[in-house]
């Protein structure tokens, strides 16, 4: 049962609060999405979840382990994976070899040759399996986004954070994105999402986190928190005075 | 593909067992040419020390090439870190009268230990940040060599003993050059392996290779020792033969032209750093004089601004290199694409 606990997290960079007393739970093959103005801590928040950033205060567990301060290493074997929200690719090396790594990293006695296998079939999932050896530089950014996705399908973590999977993407390449997510998904894998395609993202999702100014305004069902209040006044804005106000 | 599974598998596995066959046939004969060269070199002992010492920067050169070109680590401590394993096998040597052998294992440990703090140290710096660190670092060593002269002997320089009594020319000429081959078989098993691919990986995106479960700490400094490894055992056995070292070994001249002459072979290429190096040293001592039309021109610094203009050429026209695009033609292209692929096709294609 996966389990992902995140305890009043806070983090500042120098007078600047990107997260504000955060706290919310994954159990289970949940399928979440993240979203909130920019700026309002979403990547931050990831950065914390695995391992990128060290919370300023408050606590991260999973799996009745606490991994806040792990390096991102640790994080990532012990079972969250995640993608940028600019695709970052292993450039010089070919797909096959992007795919190697994550698998070679999390099986330290295993063979090279015992992984070429598993990479093809999740290179003919993505249907991108006559890539296989071209560089990952000569990619489109569409496929890089996919490329990310099958490195972390190769690592096979319990909780799969994507950056705006969605952004840039053409609409052909997004329906594969779409159909990595619920099928991998349905294999008890859960999933964090941030977007800014609001229209995917409450389609896509069973359970919405809506962050504001570093802190988290909503968490619970895409139709409730579509009409909560606080959600559309951060979505729709509100008055500088107002909000100075308040 | 085929129809026919078997058939496909055939077309598939064939070319690269001939690709094999075509690298290591070239292998073998790059080493064989090196092996019988000397019958020919012997006739001057002057030629014989020129390719000799083409070797050691061969050695220097492919193994920054190991470094920076795989790893990405931008270090210019290589010609420092040289020095310290010369400088400890002669100091053992003349201080505590250790033999040669002696000295040079603890000149080569010595080396790696410095590797590892250089490691530790610049964990969190990248690209010219790296650059300038280990710059300082060779600053400071070439200068405290130069003025702990009571125990250094300063620009004198330290004299070291001969590898033994009564080697010859021809004795270091096989000993550089083993010294070559095994350096370069261990950093192309360790570029080829499981090490190596994290390594590329940690080259293009460090946080992106931690996000996948690669402990870059652990692999960057292993880097950083087992480099050093390499060239103080380098430094160690190559000032044995010459028999001194001076600070000036360590300039930054010197380390400059071992990572212009790793540019010009092929910067993330072994092969084509180090016979970019063997050939660039050996080019820089032919253009010391020359003769045109019967005219006699001496060169002298003169070689190093051609040796810049190549540099130059290179950067901007040829930044793989003017060499390794060579040998990636004749030799490794065609290995690696059926490497990295016919396992995975060759199970499509099987019943």
Redesign the interface.
């Known amino acids: 049962m996966i389990e992902l606990e995140v305890r009043g997290v806070y983090k500042n960079f120098g007078g600047l609060q990107a997260l504000n007393d955060v706290s919310f739970q994954v159990r289970g093959p949940e399928l979440i999405g993240l979203i909130g103005p920019n700026g309002a801590g979403k990547t931050t928040l990831t950065n914390v979840l695995?391992?990128?950033h060290k919370p300023t205060g408050g606590q991260v567990w999973f799996n009745g382990e606490r991994i806040d301060g792990f390096?991102?290493?640790e994080i990532?074997?012990r079972g969250i994976?995640?993608t940028?929200q600019v695709t970052?690719?292993?450039?010089?090396?070919?797909v096959?070899?992007n795919l190697?790594?994550?698998a070679?990293?999390?099986h330290?006695t295993a063979r090279?040759?015992s992984f070429?296998?598993k990479?093809?079939e999740v290179l003919r999932f993505l249907t991108m399996?006559h890539l296989?050896?071209e560089y990952a530089r000569a990619l489109s950014g569409g496929q890089q986004k996919l490329l990310e996705l099958g490195?972390l399908l190769m690592?096979d973590p319990d909780i799969i954070i994507l950056d705006e999977p969605f952004a840039g993407v053409h609409p052909k390449l997004m329906e594969i994105i779409y159909e990595y997510i619920t099928t991998i998904n349905a294999q008890d894998k859960a999933f964090l999402i941030i977007s800014h395609d609001m229209d995917t993202i409450f389609t896509l999702s069973q359970r919405l986190l809506v962050l504001d100014f570093g802190t988290l305004i909503a968490d619970g069902d895409p139709t409730a928190v579509r009409n909560d209040p606080a959600v559309i006044e951060a979505y729709l804005g509100e008055d500088e005075e107002e909000r100075k106000d308040a | 593909m085929s129809d026919h599974p078997v058939r496909a598998h055939r077309r598939i596995t064939l070319p690269l067992k001939q690709a094999r066959v075509q690298r290591w046939v070239g292998v073998a004969v790059l080493v064989t040419l090196l092996l019988l060269s000397p019958l020919y070199l012997n006739q001057s002992p002057y030629q014989m020390g020129v390719v000799t010492g083409a070797f050691f920067y061969a050695i220097l050169a492919s193994s920054w090439s190991l470094l920076a070109g795989v790893a990405g680590q931008f270090s210019f401590a290589h010609m420092a870190l040289a020095g310290i394993g010369a400088y400890s096998a002669g100091l053992l040597g003349r201080d505590l009268g250790t033999s040669p052998l002696t000295g040079i294992i603890a000149g080569t440990l010595a080396a790696g230990f410095v590797g590892l703090v250089i490691g530790l140290l610049c964990l969190r710096l990248r690209a010219a940040y790296l650059a300038l660190f280990t710059i300082a670092f060779s600053e400071i060593v070439r200068i405290i060599l130069l003025t702990e002269f009571q125990y250094t002997e300063g620009t004198n320089g330290l004299q070291l003993a001969p590898l033994y009594e009564g080697i010859t020319p021809l004795a270091e000429y096989y000993v550089t050059l083993g010294l070559l081959l095994v350096s370069m078989a261990v950093m192309y098993w360790i570029s080829s392996s499981?090490f190596g691919?994290?390594l590329?990986?940690m080259?293009?995106?460090q946080?992106?290779?931690?996000?996948?479960?690669?402990?870059?700490?652990r692999y960057k400094v292993l880097i950083f020792v087992v480099t050093s490894l390499i060239v103080g055992l380098a430094g160690a056995v190559f000032y044995h033969q010459v028999r001194i070292i001076t600070p000036n070994t360590m300039e930054i001249l010197q380390m400059s032209l071992i990572i212009a002459m790793a540019v010009i072979g092929g910067m993330?290429s072994l092969l084509g750093a180090a016979i970019g190096a063997f050939l660039s040293r050996i080019s820089l001592e032919l253009l010391r004089e020359i003769n045109i039309l019967g005219i006699h021109i001496e060169l002298g610094a003169w070689r190093y601004a051609a040796f810049g203009l190549l540099l130059m050429f290179t950067l901007r026209f040829a930044q793989n290199g003017l060499l390794y695009p060579i040998i990636d033609r004749l030799f490794m292209r065609r290995v690696r694409?059926e490497t990295?692929?016919a396992?995975?096709?060759t199970?499509?294609v099987e019943p």
């Open positions: 695995d391992g990128i390096p991102p290493y990532a074997r994976g995640r940028f970052r690719a292993f450039r010089r090396m070919t096959l070899e190697l790594v994550p070679m990293a999390m330290p090279q040759r070429r296998d990479a093809m399996e296989a050896k490195r690592l | 499981r691919l994290f590329r990986a080259r293009e995106d946080e992106a290779a931690a996000a996948m479960g690669v402990n870059v700490v993330e694409e990295v692929s396992r995975a096709q199970a499509e």
